[in-house]
């Protein structure tokens, strides 16, 4: 997040937060016992079920180091998150942020934050004391007391009017943004975006990438105590994470294999429905590269809130160089591999990926 200016919220908050101080103890993540990140040691992924052999892996390796030799079997590691960056605040940080918005990363999220924090925010606070001081003032001047005879009037012309015209105004105010931000919401993915199916299970998460040779990552929640001993916020970490490019349009799809979930990172103002029988699709770009969290946010059962999700959004050549660990190929690399896949798959197999 780059200049929000987040000074007319923590005044509006502030009231809020004196009262809540009461209950300092509340915790609203236990990522202060977090230890220094360790995620760049190897050994990390040992639960990869897709990775071959990541012990293999060079302890002293740095992502970058390991995008410069994409060949490298296992060149992945994952990354190791920045605090306060696509996860929650806990209150003990920060009371403030642990109440309000995360800070957004993507295009529509800081555009609806924007619109949270100066639109409806500033219209709330402004028709709430508008209305409390027409209160206060009709009680105090208008009672018995004060005013025993009282005014038979029963229309007036001016009044009607400005209180019709000026709610239509501030209505219509409010729905130009909105509407935008609604549409916005709603984009088509470009036809070269980067597909990603996301399946919810009863309780864990499916990625497939059917632009790159059909990988399929499965990605369950990490023991709270693993994952604090990585560095990662607990109960939102995974064993396996949904990887994919930074800067680049992603065609997200969603469905579910038993109950309807729901895929939502909340740090990116994404959330979509993933429905048994159906595919929903919507465009999502990260812009920068790093670790964003979010969960299942519908209930589906008894292990509903142990579904976290954890995308790794990474610069395309470590996406890339990813790719090649899981042992799935670039779009484009599938063509010159084909002829060789010809020689021993089935005819079917072959039909099956040309008809792709
Ligand atoms: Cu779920």
């Excluded at 509340?26 to 360790?38: E, H, R, Y």
């Excluded at 088509?188 to 996301?198: L, N, Q």
């Excluded at 959330?271 to 519908?298: F, H, W």
Aim: hydrophobic content about 45%.
């Amino acid at each position: 997040m780059g200049q929000r200016d987040t000074r007319m919220k923590m005044a509006f908050l502030a009231a809020v937060a004196a009262g809540l101080a009461a209950f300092a103890p509340l915790s609203v993540a236990a990522q202060d016992a977090a230890p220094a990140p360790v995620a760049a040691e190897a050994g990390q992924v040992e639960g990869a079920q897709t990775a071959p052999g990541p012990e293999a892996l060079p302890g002293n390796l740095t992502p970058t180091e390991a995008a410069a030799a994409p060949a490298a079997e296992g060149a992945y590691t994952p990354m190791a998150p920045t605090k306060g960056k696509g996860m929650p605040t806990s209150y003990e940080d920060d009371p403030l942020k642990s109440m309000t918005f995360q800070d957004q990363y993507s295009a529509n999220g800081e555009y609806a934050l924007w619109m949270h924090d100066w639109i409806l925010m500033p219209v709330i606070t402004a028709i709430s004391l508008l209305v409390l001081g027409l209160l206060l003032y009709v009680v105090v001047r208008f009672n018995r007391r004060r005013n025993p005879v009282a005014s038979r009037t029963t229309h007036n012309t001016t009044i009607e009017v400005v209180w019709t015209i000026l709610p239509v105004i501030i209505l219509v105010m409010i729905a130009v943004p909105s509407i935008t931000l609604l549409a916005r919401q709603y984009e088509t993915p470009p036809a070269d975006a980067v597909t990603i199916k996301a399946t919810g299970y009863q309780w864990y998460w499916g990625y497939t990438y059917p632009d790159h040779g059909e990988i399929e990552v499965v990605s369950n929640m990490l023991d709270e105590a693993e994952a604090l001993k990585r560095g990662e916020p607990g109960q939102l970490a995974v064993d396996n994470r949904m990887v994919v490019p930074a800067g680049v349009p992603l065609r997200i799809q969603t469905t579910a294999s038993d109950v309807i979930h729901a895929f939502a990172v909340p740090s990116l103002w994404f959330k979509m429905d993933a429905v048994p029988g159906r595919l929903n699709e919507k465009l999502l770009t990260i812009p920068e590269p790093g670790v964003y969290y979010g969960q299942c946010s519908e209930l589906c059962g008894a292990r509903h809130a142990y579904m976290p999700i954890a995308i790794e959004a990474l610069p395309p050549a470590e996406f890339a160089a990813w790719v090649k660990a899981q042992g799935g190929s670039m779009p484009g690399e599938a063509e010159a591999a084909a002829p060789a896949a010809e020689e021993t798959a089935a005819p079917e197999q072959v039909a099956a990926l040309t008809a792709r």
